[in-house]
């Protein structure tokens, strides 16, 4: 008998003709962030898929379970991006919840959703598992939804997350942040800002976790800059750089506010690169570093640099208001906003605030403001370098104050809480809205009714 001939090499089963689960399952057990007993419960539910047949009704779209190869490649670890990591790990987790969902309704009760984070929960991190079972406790209808958790998963708080923690009762079960011991520096940094600005620990524990520096604080920084800036240059071209406003070309800046110049508008905002002298400007960029970086690293850039540039404008409006005939300067109405709305807040929120000596740091704050709004109002009566025009207003820092704890307060109450949200938030930008028309319509027609006797244009 002669050789049989070798048999051609069998061709592996394509992906494509997989049976319906299949390809969740093989995603179940190749991923990497899975433990072991996940291929057990995949294969239950590849089970549970074949024998059923019935429609969904689910509210969300599930999971198809037979994709073409190039909708859903197996890649390696090494050629996972990140985006992809994320919808493979979004879908592994889709594969556990329907485990414990299995009339597909997108709704698992909570006491399997605390049975599958207890059993899973070594795959997050242990401060979003925290929140995840806090959310469990709290939890009022004891149901929990899939896209809640998905939400979860991705950084995002919906607004039933949010409202389940402000109506449970908001005890968590491991120690506090400012318990944990062998932090490196930055992981310090970040916990000391956590705990400068918020008052619930369930906050503080999420803000410590998702925060990247990514964005940086930008606008405090690069608003300091600018205005140091703007006044290194000023007295390098008035050889004078204390109390530059005694000096008679001070008041020819192109950027400061003058009442016979309130038709520039700009004027109404870049008045907060002009300032009176050296010791004008160090109190401001010291306030506004200290208060501002750290609320800017907690709520962004847009939050912060909204409030500041409103108190900004309300500061400039205030002055044509009820102080006519002064100029202004400074930005104190920017900084007052930013550090009453703090400080409203600290007190709002006084049990809740755990940084070390926060009494100490108000009175030191107190301190600073009062000692900066003293200096102004001795500038204002103090006799004209140039008659008959005075010296700066102080009024803009009052200005600032009224925007700091009202809108400055409804931005700063709840971490990332969405401001559209909030009624208060409505009421305080209309108020703010008419207070800016009506400085407006003033600006128009007071000073020609009132017949005032301005101060020259410089």
């Given amino acids: ?57 689910c509210p969300m779209a599930r999971l198809s379970t037979h994709q073409p190869p190039t909708e859903q490649p197996l890649l390696s670890r090494t050629q996972r991006d990140t985006s992809r990591g994320q919808t493979h790990t979004r879908k592994h987790w889709k594969a556990l919840f329907d485990q414990f969902d299995p009339e597909n309704t997108g709704y698992i009760s909570t006491e399997k959703f605390r049975n599958l984070l207890q059993s899973h929960g070594s795959e997050l ?30 950084n995002k708080r919906s607004n039933s997350f949010r ?105 109404y905002l870049t008045y907060i690169f002009v300032h009176a002298g050296i010791e004008h400007l160090g109190l401001n960029v010291v306030l506004q570093l200290l208060v501002g970086v750290p609320l800017e690293m907690v709520h962004g850039a847009a939050r912060i640099g909204f409030v500041y540039i409103a108190g900004v404008v309300a500061g400039s409006l205030a002055v044509s208001v009820a102080d006519m005939t002064a100029p202004v300067v400074g930005s104190s109405g920017g900084v007052y906003a930013l550090i009453s709305a703090h400080l409203a807040n600290i007190v709002m929120n006084w049990s809740g605030m755990k ?7 108000m009175a030191v704050a107190l301190i600073c403001m009062s000692f900066e709004f003293g200096r102004a109002v001795w500038l204002r009566f103090y006799p004209s370098a140039y008659p008959p025009c005075p010296h700066p207003s102080f009024v803009a820092h009052l200005g600032g104050v009224a925007v700091g704890i009202t809108l400055g307060v409804v931005v700063l109450r709840n971490y990332e809480q969405r401001l559209q949200d909030q009624s208060l938030w409505w009421i305080f930008v209309s108020m703010y809205m008419v207070f800016v028309l009506f400085a407006i319509l003033w600006n128009i027609f007071a000073y020609s009714l009132l017949d005032l006797k301005l101060p020259p244009p410089p």
Wanted: net charge neutral; aromatic share 8%.
């Fill in 1 to 57: 008998m002669g050789e049989r001939p070798p048999e051609p090499p069998r061709a592996k089963p394509s992906p494509a003709v997989a049976a319906p689960g299949e390809a969740e399952a093989i995603e179940v057990l190749e991923s990497e962030e899975g433990p072991p007993a996940a291929a057990a419960e995949a294969n239950h539910r590849v089970g549970r898929n074949q024998s059923s047949s019935s429609p969904t009704c």
């Fill in 125 to 154: 991190d242990p401060h979003k598992l925290e929140v995840l079972l806090a959310l469990a406790d709290s939890n009022s209808d004891g149901k929990v939804c899939y896209q809640d958790f998905v939400n979860l998963m991705s």
């Fill in 163 to 267: 409202q389940a923690i402000l109506q449970g009762n908001r005890r968590l079960c491991s120690k506090a942040l400012l318990e944990e011991t062998g932090l490196s520096l930055s992981q310090r940094l970040i916990r000391h800002v956590a705990y400068e600005t918020l008052p619930r620990e369930i906050d503080r524990k999420w803000y410590y976790d998702s925060y990247t520096c990514c964005p940086p604080p930008w606008f405090m920084i690069a608003i300091t800059i600018v205005e140091v800036a703007f006044f290194l240059y000023n007295g390098v071209m008035l050889d004078r750089f204390v109390l530059q406003v005694t000096h008679p070309l001070y008041l020819k800046n192109s950027l400061l506010y003058h009442p016979q110049l309130r038709a520039q508008a700009w004027r």
């Fill in 355 to 361: 940084c070390p000596f926060k009494l100490l740091r």
